[in-house]
């Protein structure tokens, strides 16, 4: 008797601080036996959309094993993507219903063909609602903010120091 992939969970959240601006993603994992793993990164200049792509992105990355997965997003931009618009985009040949082009489109094809290794189900749920999962994949988004510009500060006190300003 074949047995039936194991569950996993996803949360993601993306932020930015400005729009665009420096950027960040969260992402929760969760197996069937409560063990969790987070993720977090963050891009110099982006855009929430982006991020929120990304935090996808990088949470169906980290599966080393066949699962079947839920995803949780407060982003509808992600979810309508992935369950409505992605279809009638590869259908068009990628393209949208007015040919203006599809923006993100690199990361909407990087997440769809990632999409396409596992059985997902993608779910929406309010961002800052009290949710918890949600609250701390955007913790973990805002926080990679945080750690990327004081990178970025330190970098320009360090080269401030080299040149003797």
Same mark, same amino acid.
Not at 8 to 35: H, K, M, T, Y
Not at 96 to 108: P, S, V
């Given at each position: 008797?074949?047995? /039936?992939?194991?569950?996993?969970?996803?949360?993601?959240?993306? *932020?930015?601080?400005?729009?665009?601006?420096?950027?960040?993603?969260?992402?929760?994992? =969760?197996?069937?036996?409560?063990?969790?793993?987070?993720?977090?990164? /963050?891009?110099?200049?982006?855009?929430?959309?982006?991020?929120? %792509?990304?935090?996808? +992105?990088?949470?169906?990355? *980290?599966?080393?094993?066949?699962?079947?997965?839920?995803?949780?997003?407060?982003?509808?931009?992600? =979810?309508?993507?992935?369950?409505?618009?992605?279809?009638?985009?590869?259908?068009?040949?990628? %393209?949208?219903?007015?040919? =203006?082009?599809?923006?993100? %489109?690199?990361?909407?094809?990087?997440?769809?063909?990632?999409?396409?290794?596992?059985?997902?189900?993608? &779910?929406? +749920?309010?961002? &800052? /609602?009290? &949710?918890?999962?949600?609250?701390?994949?955007?913790?973990? *988004?805002?926080?990679?903010?945080?750690? &990327?510009?004081?990178?970025?500060? +330190?970098?320009?006190? *360090?080269?401030?120091?080299?040149?003797?300003?």
């Amino acid at each position: 008797m074949k047995s /039936s992939p194991p569950q996993i969970e996803i949360f993601v959240d993306g *932020a930015c601080s400005g729009n665009p601006g420096p950027g960040g993603w969260g992402v929760i994992l =969760r197996s069937a036996q409560g063990v969790e793993k987070e993720l977090s990164g /963050s891009e110099a200049h982006t855009t929430n959309n982006r991020m929120e %792509l990304m935090a996808a +992105i990088k949470g169906l990355e *980290a599966l080393k094993i066949q699962a079947k997965v839920t995803l949780y997003t407060d982003s509808m931009y992600l =979810r309508d993507g992935m369950t409505r618009w992605i279809p009638k985009w590869k259908q068009n040949n990628w %393209l949208d219903a007015l040919t =203006r082009g599809i923006k993100n %489109l690199d990361l909407w094809q990087r997440l769809d063909e990632l999409s396409q290794q596992y059985d997902i189900e993608w &779910h929406w +749920i309010r961002g &800052h /609602s009290g &949710h918890v999962e949600n609250e701390r994949a955007d913790l973990l *988004a805002r926080n990679a903010i945080v750690q &990327h510009m004081m990178q970025e500060t +330190i970098q320009d006190i *360090a080269f401030e120091e080299e040149r003797g300003d």
